[in-house]
């Protein structure tokens, strides 16, 4: 874990996000209708934090193990350009974010909470995890949300960062 300084330098210096989306934008779970259909629940609070970052003027990301029509619904809805499903590499994926967002490693925070994610985690310049994350992850991660994954995690990340970097959530929710 980080010090309270050298986080807060992190956090400033963070210029995109990408986030694991089962367990960090969802509570991980998964509902099936009667025709296989697959259903997932998001938080309003994320969704708001989401739209508050992209206005800000952070680049955005998507980087699911899944390979389902959720994550390409979610990120047109959230205007996310950067999306990698079915994805068994995330830190591969999330440096190719890196290469086609124009930033270096250490501007970019990812959001993930179990062990798939860890290879990403660690070469993050901010690693973050809600705390309902795997054990492993909590004790490698750079900062942990107080909230839990899909209810409202992603959100109190984005708040810190726009904390950190001096943007009033009022200001950036009025920009188009």
């Known amino acids: 874990m980080m010090n309270a300084k050298s986080k807060l330098d992190s956090l400033r210096q963070i210029r995109a996000i ?28 994320d969704i708001m934090g989401i739209s508050l970052a992209r206005r800000a003027g952070f680049q955005l990301g998507l980087i699911s193990g899944e390979d389902t029509p959720l994550v390409d619904r979610f990120a047109l809805k959230m205007k996310i ?29 990812f959001m993930g909470d ?13 690693s973050a995890a809600p705390s309902s994350a795997a054990a492993i ?22 708040d810190a960062l726009l904390r950190a970097q001096s943007f009033s959530v009022q200001e950036v929710f009025s920009r188009p």
């Open 137 to 158: 992850v909590l004790d490698e991660v750079s900062l942990v949300t107080n909230r839990a994954g899909g209810n409202g995690a992603a959100r109190e990340l984005i």
């Open 114 to 126: 179990d062990v798939n994610d860890l290879q990403a985690l660690k070469i993050a310049g901010l």
């Open 81 to 109: 350009p950067y999306v990698v499903k079915g994805c068994r590499d995330k830190a591969a994926a999330l440096h190719q974010f890196g290469v086609q967002s124009v930033f270096e490693m250490h501007q970019i925070c």
């Open 18 to 45: 990408a986030f694991d989306v089962d367990g960090v934008l969802t509570d991980g779970g998964v509902w099936w209708g009667p025709g296989g259909e697959e259903w997932k629940r998001f938080c309003f609070a």
